[in-house]
């Protein structure tokens, strides 16, 4: 039986119970697993780095396992069952919707440390022709899953522009998407070393950006989220313990400085 103090601290502060029980031996911690519902668990997992969340796992029960794997993002549930013995991640996976371990298996086949491989495949896009009406009910149909920026894609998949949640839902049904439809974030390609994705001047204004093949087409997106968990991983603190997650802010932030700080020199080289 978990400790009601302990239980508060699973369920309500996600970020801190996984740097704790990265600590703990893998049995401990998937019986602290075993008694949170599912949706709790899901959001905690999602927290621990993909290390620790690979040797809790295959200790927790069949059911449960599927559950969780089924909810976290696929990009991250790939970084989970890559470090996974083959046999326990194909367990795993063929316990799922074949949606879910579709979307998984694409991610797993991307190179290590590219972009490809920490993507999320599960995201709504829309295409560009439609009216408001027509993609406010492929919104409505996404609803468990959506994010409060949606890509904009042409015939060809290629990503042209963002639409907001919040405008999509006050628009006229009539208004085309088009209208709504602001510029695109610069697109990274699948195979582009996240180091470099890490370097890229969008960040200062994108949460996520547009993943896409070697033909321009959008294969799914690269949140700055996981980014930061990778920065943190990177820097050892997510094995040892010994930190928190404002070393890995601080870690992204030192990334996102030095672009800044390149652009600023440049744009006053071009003034000289």
Do not use: Y
């Not at 439609?130 to 959506?146: E, I, K, T």
């Amino acid at each position: 039986m978990v400790d009601p103090l302990a239980r508060q601290l699973l369920v309500h502060h996600p970020p801190a119970a996984a740097r704790l029980l990265e600590r703990h031996p893998a049995e401990e911690a998937a019986s602290m697993f075993e008694e949170l519902p599912v949706d709790a668990a899901a959001d905690l997992l999602a927290h621990l780095s993909p290390q620790a969340a690979a040797r809790i796992l295959p200790r927790l029960p069949e059911r449960q396992r599927a559950d969780i794997f089924r909810r976290i993002q696929p990009g991250l549930a790939a970084q989970i069952a890559a470090r996974m013995p083959p046999p326990e991640a194909d367990t795993i996976l063929h316990t799922i919707p074949l949606v879910h371990s579709t979307s998984i298996r694409n991610a797993m086949r991307q190179p290590a440390g590219t972009a490809g491989s920490i993507m999320h495949t599960d995201v709504l896009t829309l295409g560009v022709a439609l009216s408001v009406a027509d993609a406010r009910d492929l919104a409505r149909a996404s609803a468990p899953a959506l994010q409060p920026v949606l890509f904009v894609v042409d015939g060809m998949r290629h990503p042209v522009g963002v639409v907001e949640v919040a405008d999509l839902w006050v628009a006229e049904d009539a208004t085309p998407l088009a209208r709504l439809t602001r510029p695109c974030p610069r697109p990274v390609a699948a195979r582009m070393k996240l180091t470099l994705v890490l370097r890229e001047s969008a960040w200062t204004t994108a949460i996520c950006l547009p993943v896409i093949d070697g033909d321009g087409r959008m294969l799914g997106v690269i949140a700055q989220a996981d980014l930061l968990r990778m920065a943190f991983d990177r820097r050892g603190t997510a094995a040892s313990g010994s930190a928190t997650l404002t070393d890995a802010a601080m870690a992204f932030g030192e990334l996102v400085w030095s672009v800044g700080a390149a652009a600023i020199e440049q744009a006053g080289g071009d003034r000289r």
